[in-house]
């Protein structure tokens, strides 16, 4: 079964350095999702990627994250300089357009100290 | 905006007990729900989703959800659960109208099972 591919899966930071993490969506989806979870918390919507653009992104989507598709395989989350409160773990997802064929990787923890 | 929320944040239960976990969502519009688990160390894996038709919907490993509109809920339910049930469950909503198909989830619930 297709597998959404994320590395690393923990990755320990410094507060103020920049992150990127990295996933493999299924080669024949569309759609590309980041998603995190602090610890005790929900899942929460970062951001949604379509023909190559930002389709939505929420209030914790500010300035310091980016997101890239570089080479039409990888889609990338990149956080410029790392806070405290970044500490999480984030889950890409893609899809084919439809939910059932919404797939989830299977998370990077990320922690800053 | 839409919003879910699960009731319970840890439930305890013994092997062959029944379960069910609340989901209630705030949203105006047409919905389509789903039930995500997440065992210990391991990804979110679709339990079950409702889109349509029959409110009663039927997913992996013995589990159902029911749909019922009127209160806006999307219970879980499983008759017995076993050991290997022992995971964080998540709700979540999609506006079935959208074009992005970004969910949202509920806080998650978890559950243990003791043998």
């Known amino acids: 079964e297709p597998e959404v591919t994320q590395t690393p899966s923990h990755q320990v930071t410094q507060m103020g350095q920049e992150v990127i993490l990295r996933c493999v969506p299924i080669?024949?989806?569309?759609?590309f999702y980041w998603y995190r979870q602090i610890l005790g918390q929900k899942v929460e919507f970062l951001v949604s990627?379509?023909?190559?653009?930002?389709?939505?992104k929420s209030e914790i989507f500010d300035d310091q994250f980016s997101v890239e598709r570089p080479d039409g395989s990888n889609f990338t989350l990149k956080i410029r300089s790392t806070k405290l409160e970044d500490s999480a773990m984030y889950f890409c997802a893609s899809s084919t357009g439809q939910p059932s064929g919404y797939t989830f990787g299977s998370g990077t923890r990320l922690t800053v100290v | 905006a839409q919003s879910v929320s699960q009731h319970n944040h840890h439930v305890i239960l013994s092997e062959a007990a029944s379960l069910e976990l609340g989901c209630n969502y705030s949203y105006g519009g047409t919905v389509n729900l789903f039930w995500y688990v997440q065992y210990p160390g391991q990804h979110l894996q679709l339990l079950l989703k409702?889109?349509?038709?029959?409110?009663l919907v039927k997913g992996i490993k013995g589990f159902e959800a029911e749909f019922i509109k009127s209160k806006f809920s999307f219970n879980l339910r499983k008759p017995s659960v076993q050991w290997s049930d022992t995971a964080e469950y998540f709700c979540a909503v999609r506006n079935s109208g959208g074009s992005n198909y970004k969910l949202t989830f509920g806080k998650g619930t978890l559950l243990t099972v003791n043998p």
């Open positions: 080669s024949n989806h569309l759609y």
């Open positions: 990627f379509y023909n190559n653009e930002i389709s939505e």
């Open positions: 409702y889109f349509s038709g029959d409110p």
